[in-house]
T-cell receptor, first 111, second 115 residues
């Protein structure tokens, strides 16, 4: 079945450093969504990418969707302690409104 | 507007007991999802409903798990009998159903501990 792989599993950075997490799907996706889960919290929607090669920015966060619509990345510039949490990608492959979530990348930011 | 509501927020029970988790989706959302999250297995989709009808229950671990959605504003996930390995955070999420993949809105989760 469809799988969404996400790396790295864990990333530890110093405040001010950049951070990137990568997502790869075994099949072509209709769209990809990114969620953030703070420690002890629940996943919260960040953004959705639909078009091949699409790039979207939210302040210090940059999201990319690959040309083949099988991979995606999230890049955070100059991390802050408020960026701490687990970032999940989730891929949709058409019909039925179902998402397949990656395992998540847990980001720790040290001041 | 109220988000997705889940109850209870925390549940501690003994092995063999029945556990019922409850979810009220966002009003107007036609899709409802049950997820389980553990450190070892991450976020797993257990089952989801569109318009109160179960669409895919392939993630339900075994017959001890069952889920129902009797109407558009309420769903339950039941574990009977519960086992220690069922300890996890169970999330309910809802989304609109508009012919494409929509954003999912997660509830706060139920933290289940089976002793």
């Amino acid at each position: 079945g469809q799988q969404v792989m996400q790396i790295p599993q864990y990333q530890h950075v110093q405040e001010g450093e950049d951070f990137t997490t990568y997502c790869n799907s075994s099949t072509t996706l209709s769209n990809i969504q990114w969620y953030k889960q703070r420690p002890g919290g629940h996943p919260v929607f960040l953004i959705q990418l639909v078009k091949s090669g699409e790039v979207k920015k939210q302040k210090r966060l940059t999201f990319q969707f690959g040309e083949a619509k099988k991979n995606s990345s999230l890049h955070i510039t100059a991390t802050q302690t408020t960026d701490v949490g687990t970032y999940f990608c989730a891929g949709g492959s058409g019909g039925y409104n179902k998402l397949i979530f990656g395992a998540g990348t847990r980001l720790a930011v040290h001041p | 507007d109220a988000g997705v509501i889940q109850s209870p927020r925390h549940e501690v029970t003994e092995m063999g007991q029945e556990v019922t988790l409850r979810c009220k989706p966002i009003s107007g959302h036609n899709s409802l999802f049950w997820y389980r999250q553990t450190m070892m297995r991450g976020l797993e989709l257990l089952i989801y409903f569109n318009n109160n009808v179960p669409i895919d229950d392939s993630g339900m671990p075994e017959d001890r798990f069952s889920a129902k959605m009797p109407n558009a504003s309420f769903s339950t996930l039941k574990i009977q009998p519960s086992e220690p390995r069922d300890s996890a955070v169970y999330f309910c999420a809802s989304s609109p159903l508009q012919g494409r993949i929509e954003t999912q809105y997660f509830g706060p989760g139920t933290r289940l501990l089976v002793l």
